[in-house]
């Protein structure tokens, strides 16, 4: 929490904690980006790839269905051309975002025509790649994923250390965080194939739902009941505000004893998901550790309220703080 008239957060008694709060934060987010990232790319894969190992086509087997298609031979030529139209398609698509992105960037210019070839050229060769890897059987997906999770990795990388925008040590940081547990995860619990994405993509989900919620805290993005700030005069609405927050803490502390409860009952059970072997206490454990950090950042977000800070407020009521500190300094100057 920032003391109420200083610009720097990281200033006063409370910077210390703030500061490890914007760490925790950081990490929150890189674990929301890695999972939503990481599920939406195996949930890809796993349709590829049971299309890539599957005999047949959709294709044909949907234009036999709409133009009444019955014949073996016409069939065969559909499966035979089925594969190559939905590869034009592909390659189309590519070529359109490409090309769509080109025109915008060069508002004020004359478009490159080119360039989209080039990018779309180099873009498929890439995932033409990526699928020869995945159908080579001494390949295991943990490693492939890996390899996918290096690409993005590094690029991500090399625009922090490029850009270093303030705030960029914290997010390193969880940068390595985040890197170690993936390795940890992916090491141990991704089976072979890739089949199992259903699974991890579940578990993931849970994480990114109660973060996102703590992550929420944070920000000051939670949906707020405003009816009462025009009733309470302004000079008592920082204590009511509190109030709002403590009983949203209040809340939170019963949700994560309940998360506690049940948690505790699924490391004793030790039961395991069935695909990745993963213990069932790693999803649970989801709703204790998320609700405890909304928890604490509601009780922080009351104790600023009262000193007349903005954490955990609202972005426009955080807007509506700085002005009317700025006015005071004014006023006092």
């Known amino acids: ?41 195996m949930v890809f894969l796993d349709v590829m790839y049971r299309r890539l190992a599957a005999p047949d086509s959709k294709v044909a087997e949907l234009t036999a269905r709409i133009f009444g298609i019955e014949s073996p031979e016409a069939m065969e030529t559909l499966t035979t051309v089925g594969p190559i139209v939905t590869g034009l398609i592909g390659v189309g698509l590519v070529y359109f975002a490409f090309w769509t992105a080109e025109k915008h960037a060069s508002e004020g210019r004359e478009q490159s025509f080119v360039k989209p070839l080039v990018q779309t050229a180099a873009a498929c060769a890439g995932l033409g790649f990526l699928g020869w890897i995945m159908l080579q059987p001494q ?26 925008a303030p705030g960029w040590p914290s997010k390193l940081i969880a940068f390595i965080i985040v890197t170690a547990l993936y390795l940890y995860i992916t090491l141990n619990y991704f089976p072979d194939g890739y089949s199992w994405s259903k699974e991890l993509s579940l578990i993931m989900l849970l994480w990114v739902g109660f973060l996102g919620a703590s992550v929420c805290a944070h920000e000051g993005k939670h949906i707020q009941v405003g009816a009462l700030k025009k009733i309470v005069p302004p000079s008592m609405s920082r204590f009511s505000d509190a109030i709002g927050y403590l009983l949203t803490a209040a809340f939170c502390f019963f949700m994560a004893m309940l998360g506690y409860e049940y948690a505790s009952e699924a490391i004793q059970l030790e039961g395991r998901f ?11 454990i989801a709703v204790p550790a998320a609700f405890a950090m909304t928890m604490l950042r509601y009780i922080a977000a009351a104790f600023s309220s009262i000193l007349g800070g903005s954490y955990g407020a609202a972005p426009e009521e955080e807007a509506v703080v700085a002005a009317s500190q700025v006015s005071k300094k004014g006023a006092e100057g």
């Open 1 to 41: 929490m920032a003391e109420p008239g200083k610009d720097n957060p990281y200033q006063g008694t409370w910077g210390p904690l703030r500061r490890i709060d914007d760490g925790i934060f950081h990490v929150e987010m890189g674990i929301l980006w890695t999972f939503l990232g990481v599920s939406a790319v």
């Open 139 to 164: 390949v295991e997906s943990r490693w492939f994923y890996l390899l996918l999770y290096s690409l993005c990795g590094a690029a991500w990388l090399f625009q922090l250390l490029r850009e270093r």
């Open 274 to 284: 069935e695909q990745t072997n993963i213990p069932d206490w790693v999803a649970t």
